[in-house]
């Protein structure tokens, strides 16, 4: 227990140490209309995932229901015969 609370504490004293000596202070301003943009942008992305998914997910199924219907067909297809000796 003491163990993992002392590298608990060494990860919390790097990180913080890290982000105080290699972050910089930016005084910058974010148009709300460049933020729409950006949601925009990703959302036209996941949309456009989504729709490519779907149309490979449904030909995917069809070629597997395919297979499956021929495959049942051919093996009612097979007749065997017996032979009289």
């Known amino acids: ?3 993992t609370l002392m590298q608990v504490f060494k ?3 790097f990180a913080g140490c890290f982000w105080y000596f290699f972050t910089m202070p930016a005084h910058a301003y974010i148009d709300p209309s460049a933020v729409t943009y950006i949601i925009q942008a990703v959302a036209g992305v996941l949309i456009a995932l989504g729709a490519a998914f779907t149309i490979f997910r449904h030909k995917i199924f069809a070629f597997f229901k395919k297979n499956k219907k021929s495959g049942e067909t051919e093996s009612a ?3 065997f015969k017996d032979v009289d000796d």
């Open 1 to 3: 227990m003491k163990k």
């Open 11 to 13: 990860f919390a004293y």
């Open 77 to 79: 297809a097979i007749e």
